[in-house]
C-alpha cells in the first residue's frame, strides 16, 4: 500500500544525489529491468545499488499487485521511461542487453 512505500520512497529519495553523483562518473548505469547496475567499482556503488534496487523491487512489486502485472513488466517499464528521462552521460542498457551512452 502507499502507507508501507513511504519509508520506501523516503530512503530512494534521500539516496537519489549519491545515485546521480554515482550515474555521472559512469560508475553505475540503468540496466533494461529498471535497476542499477554497477559498472565500475567505485567509492560505495555497490552499497549504494544493492539498497536502491531492494526498494525499486518493493516498489515494483506493489504496483504490480495493484495493476494486476509482474514485478518484471512493471520493473522493463520503468526502465524505458527512465532511460527517456536521464540527462546525456548516462550509461544505459538497451532490450538486447547492450549498453551505450546517452
Not at 519509508?7 to 529498471?34: C, T
Not at 552499497?47 to 520493473?75: F, H, L, P, T, W
Request: charge should be positive.
Amino acid at each position: 500500500s502507499a502507507q508501507e512505500l513511504g519509508p520506501v520512497r523516503a530512503r530512494m529519495q534521500q539516496r537519489l544525489p549519491q545515485i546521480d553523483a554515482l550515474k555521472s562518473s559512469g560508475a553505475v548505469g540503468e540496466d533494461n529491468r529498471g535497476y542499477l547496475a554497477v559498472r565500475e567499482a567505485k567509492d560505495n556503488a555497490e552499497q549504494v545499488v544493492s539498497a536502491e534496487n531492494n526498494d525499486r523491487r518493493a516498489v515494483y512489486e506493489a504496483i504490480a499487485k495493484k495493476a494486476g502485472s509482474s514485478a518484471d513488466a512493471v520493473g522493463r517499464q520503468r526502465a524505458q521511461h527512465i532511460a527517456s528521462q536521464s540527462a546525456p552521460g548516462v550509461w544505459l542498457q538497451r532490450a538486447d542487453g547492450t549498453w551505450y551512452r546517452k
